[in-house]
T-cell receptor, first 108, second 114 residues
Framework: KNEVEQSPQNLTAQEGEFITINCSYSVGISALHWLQQHPGGGIVSLFM???GKKKHGRLIATINIQEKHSSLHITASHPRDSAVYIC??????????FGTGTRLTIIP | EPEVTQTPSHQVTQMGQEVILRCVPI?????FYWYRQILGQKVEFLVS????????KSEIFDDQFSVERPDGSNFTLKIRSTKLEDSAMYFC????????????FGSGTQLSVL
């Protein structure tokens, strides 16, 4: 069974700051997803990674397969980035195991 | 951008009643999923569905739960006899393939069992 840990659990930052959210997992995976959950509850998929690094706008996601670790970075953070960010991993099957999420609040 | 659509957005039911949660996945997607999130807890996988059959299910997905793709567009989750602990947000998701691709989530159905 894969254990997925995220840190920090809560993060408050000023607008414009560089944000890093971390995810560690215990067992080898085939893919890792970063998701964004808005205050209304809806979930949006940000990235799917199996190796290396991906970038989309101000968001960057990296994964280190050997260290079983992934990071999500947000550059030039904005209040609209305030949300819960969730890491989820998939092993050799279709089941996703989710982390508990990181609640990010960006203050203007 | 194409969307996964879920109805209803909120469902209130009495304990012991049957509920059906409905989802319309993105039209060219082949893999369909149900997840749930109990208030304040993490999202949990329930079931995956491919080629008109369940491909994987979790320990949560017991005999009280069933899924169906009754036609070419809808994907439903049925809970036969609801319990208080079934109260949660239920998310449907779909993907074109199972690997190397993002998931697309619906906006969820908030189920309240009284």
């Amino acid at each position: 069974k894969n254990e997925v840990e995220q840190s920090p659990q809560n993060l408050t930052a000023q607008e414009g700051e560089f944000i890093t959210i971390n995810c560690s997992y215990s067992v080898g995976i085939s893919a890792l997803h970063w998701l964004q959950q808005h205050p209304g509850g809806g979930i949006v998929s940000l990235f799917m990674l199996s190796s290396g690094k991906k970038k989309h706008g101000r968001l960057i996601a990296t994964i280190n397969i050997q260290e079983k670790h992934s990071s999500l970075h947000i550059t030039a953070s904005h209040p609209r980035d305030s949300a819960v960010y969730i890491c989820a991993v998939r092993g050799g099957n279709e089941k996703l195991t989710f982390g508990t999420g990181t609640r990010l609040t960006i203050i203007p | 951008e194409p969307e996964v659509t879920q109805t209803p957005s909120h469902q209130v039911t009495q304990m012991g009643q049957e509920v059906i949660l409905r989802c319309v996945p993105i039209s060219n997607h082949l893999y369909f999923y149900w997840y749930r999130q109990i208030l304040g807890q993490k999202v949990e996988f329930l079931v995956s569905f491919y080629n008109n059959e369940i491909s994987e299910k979790s320990e949560i997905f017991d005999d009280q739960f069933s899924v169906e793709r009754p036609d070419g567009s809808n994907f439903t989750l049925k809970i036969r006899s609801t319990k208080l602990e079934d109260s949660a947000m239920y998310f449907c998701a779909s993907s074109r393939v199972v690997t190397n691709e993002k998931l697309f989530f619906g906006s969820g159905t908030q189920l309240s069992v009284l």
